[in-house]
């Protein structure tokens, strides 16, 4: 299925021409013969070179054109069309055959068999033939299908096929109604190129003089409609019986025809940063109008927003339980390891209670009143940055960190709130897709040298580091005699809990365990990521071991640290015994000093701005298929709303993170593969 609504429907009939004269010559052309608004015809012609006769070449005519979606709210004939199909259905479940003519070859016996009352005259045996290229052919055999309709998706990079299912045409001459066939493969099968990873196949059958709403491309193109959904295809695999089968059609209509009636989520409203619309100054001056028109556009979809997945026939409750599982895991490893981070820079203001308290009460707010609830909120890597350097100025110039911290945060919301209002998130506009995707490579590469920095700290502490600040065990006073009874492991485990960390003994088995933990981590994860292309186990096995690939890592290596490693003594983060929530005391700042903070408080916003609106544009990018619209001027306001709280509070700030909230669209879609230039692609 393309943006713009059509499907690409594509014919091939073979020419076989005798070349009598020396002249030959062979050329490929694109010539446009046909031209307009729904239909684009090409005729791509190859003319055979002098030697053809010796080389069997023949002519090979293609005609591609576009066939628009079917309606079934204003086309009556989809409904009836469906109707007469269900009343006498061919559908075949977990076919076995492997081959696209053993394939047919079934799904025609299966017709006969039915219709051979009503097709007394109809040799469908004849009919196979008719359903490829090489029909009567006695010189060569190109073996391809006549005529066939497909579901494509036009991208900037070219055209991307929609493999998983094929709708083949064919008119028969002796034919007295039409008739369908579907048939569900066991596997998917690779028939070729745009067809590699084909799962269902219709088959149209139709007299060769029908009225122009009964011919079969009409046919065809109902059901094509219907095979364009991924979720319903998805679904489809789940049925067990015939009569499942049917109901999943007729309820994919229902569903068609009230999409047709409710207004679209995608409306290009005034202040959409996603429109076409050149940006305009006076644009910026219609307060209020980005989030009325945001609120507008997202509220009729709020309530579905808590039942999608959980109620109706659309259940996927396995999928909320291993994404659910995989936020906890992704959400709480980057709250530990900010969390020590600030906890080090602001020495103990903001810890990691602090920031997993506020990352909680963050994240529940938002995921109730964001337009976007699929995006997830964090503390990130710029943020501590930033809160280190305000522990560094406050040191400077001797002001209170608490009060200070907040002061710059309640700027930083001010100035958060007027973007949302004044619609500053239309400056989205000039960001192309490719800004936002170096962007986002380089939070990627942060997270990495983040993980590499903390490896080559701890190996500098305990590999590198001095024993027992230049003394070995057996100088280290006698005082502490009482100490060294036992073996070596035992003397370094009371070392540990005798002295202070500088002092311990130089252990290198820390440092080379820590290592192995992180790699083993990495590997295991991504290696179960992969599974799911792998052919062990069951399809539904494979795809929970894949949705649950890092809990699965990091729980399995954690218990390997614990449990196998117990007596290596491996670095925790600190805990302390302050209260959670403190509220800032501001009168311990003086009015100087609350006008400074506005200046870092606009940078703050400034780098909240960009990293929000960037990670909201990325989770809605047009291949993730979300269809409830955006929400940029809500959500940014939203994200000051939730850090007035989190400053006052003491709290660690937060906004849309990277690459978490595109992994919770990941979590939560229905995927398929496709092949394409000789790389394997996801859906």
Not at 456 to 471: G, R
């Amino acid at each position: 299925m393309s943006k713009n609504g059509y499907f690409f429907q594509e014919m091939e009939q073979r020419e076989v021409e005798q070349e009598e004269g020396s002249e030959g010559r062979e050329e490929g052309q694109d010539s446009p013969i046909a031209c307009g608004d729904d239909i684009h015809l090409y005729d791509n012609q190859i003319s055979p070179g002098p030697d053809a006769d010796d080389s069997g070449c023949v002519l090979l005519n293609t005609s591609r054109k576009y066939v628009k979606l079917m309606n079934f709210e204003e086309e009556v004939r989809a409904h009836r069309d469906l109707d007469g199909f269900l009343a006498r259905a061919t559908i075949l479940l977990d076919e076995t055959a492997a081959s696209l003519d053993d394939v047919l070859k079934r799904m025609l016996h299966h017709v006969g068999q039915e219709s051979h009352v009503s097709e007394p005259s109809c040799n469908f045996e004849e009919v196979m033939s008719l359903l490829f290229t090489d029909a009567g052919a006695q010189e060569v055999n190109v073996h391809l299908l006549s005529e066939t309709i497909q579901g494509v998706t036009a991208t900037a990079t070219g055209i991307q096929y929609q493999q998983s299912w094929l709708c083949i045409l064919c008119n028969v001459k002796h034919l007295q109604r039409r008739h369908v066939c579907i048939s569900r493969l066991e596997r998917p099968q690779n028939w070729g190129e745009n067809c590699c990873e084909v799962r269902y196949v219709i088959l149209i059958l139709a007299p060769l003089k029908m009225k122009s709403t009964k011919t079969a491309m009409e046919l065809g193109r109902t059901f094509a409609t219907l095979f364009s959904d991924i979720s319903f295809r998805q679904k489809l695999l789940e049925t067990k019986t015939q009569e499942e089968f049917k109901e999943l059609l007729v309820f994919q209509r229902h569903q068609l025809t009230a999409t047709n009636q409710q207004p679209t989520a995608l409306g290009k409203e005034e202040t959409d940063p996603r429109s076409h619309k050149p940006l305009k100054c006076k644009d910026f001056f219609k307060a209020g109008r980005g989030i009325y028109e945001d609120l507008c556009r997202r509220l009729p979809f709020y309530p579905s927003d808590f039942t999608d997945g959980i109620v109706g026939s659309n259940k996927t409750l396995l999928k909320y339980m291993t994404t659910a599982i995989f936020l906890y895991i992704a959400i709480l490893l980057p709250a530990i390891a900010f969390g020590s981070l600030n906890d080090e820079s602001t020495r103990g203001e903001i810890d990691v209670r602090k920031t997993i308290i506020g990352q909680s009460i963050g994240g529940v707010i938002y995921s109730l009143f964001a337009g976007s609830p699929l995006v997830i909120p964090l503390t990130t890597a710029p943020l501590a940055i930033f809160i280190s350097v305000i522990r560094g100025i406050c040191d400077d110039y001797n002001l209170d960190f608490p009060a200070f911290y907040a002061c710059i945060g309640l700027w930083n919301c001010l100035f958060l709130i007027l973007g949302g209002i004044f619609n500053v998130s239309l400056l989205m506009k000039l960001f192309k897709r490719s800004t936002e995707e170096v962007i986002a490579l380089f939070i990627s590469i942060a997270f990495v040298v983040d993980a590499v920095k903390g490896t080559v700290k701890i190996f500098h502490m305990y590999y590198h580091a001095p024993t027992l600040a230049n003394s070995s065990i057996e100088e280290f006073p006698q005082s502490r005699g009482d100490l060294l009874g036992g073996n070596r492991s035992e003397i370094m485990s009371r070392l540990a809990s005798s002295v202070p960390e500088t002092l311990i003994h130089c252990t290198r088995e820390r440092p080379v365990l820590c290592l192995l933990l992180m790699l083993g981590t990495l590997w295991m994860g991504y290696t179960l990521y992969q599974f799911k292309r792998s052919p062990f186990l069951h399809a539904k096995v494979r795809e929970v071991l894949s949705d649950c690939a890092l809990p699965i890592s990091v729980l399995l290596f954690s218990f390997i640290g614990s449990y196998l490693f117990s007596d290596i003594e491996l670095p925790v983060f600190k805990v302390h015994d302050r209260p959670i929530f403190n509220v800032a005391p501001f009168e311990r700042l003086s009015a100087m000093n609350v006008l400074s903070a506005m200046g870092l408080g606009f940078l703050l916003a400034l780098l909240i701005f960009i990293d929000q609106n960037i990670v909201v544009s990325l989770t809605n990018a047009p291949e993730n298929r979300l269809l409830k619209g955006t929400a940029y001027h809500w959500d940014l306001m939203l994200s000051g709303l939730i850090n007035i709280l989190m400053s006052v509070l003491g709290l660690p700030w937060m906004h849309a993170a990277f690459p978490h909230s595109t992994l919770h669209v990941r979590q939560l879609a229905f995927v398929e593969q496709r092949v394409e230039g000789g790389h394997l692609y996801e859906t």
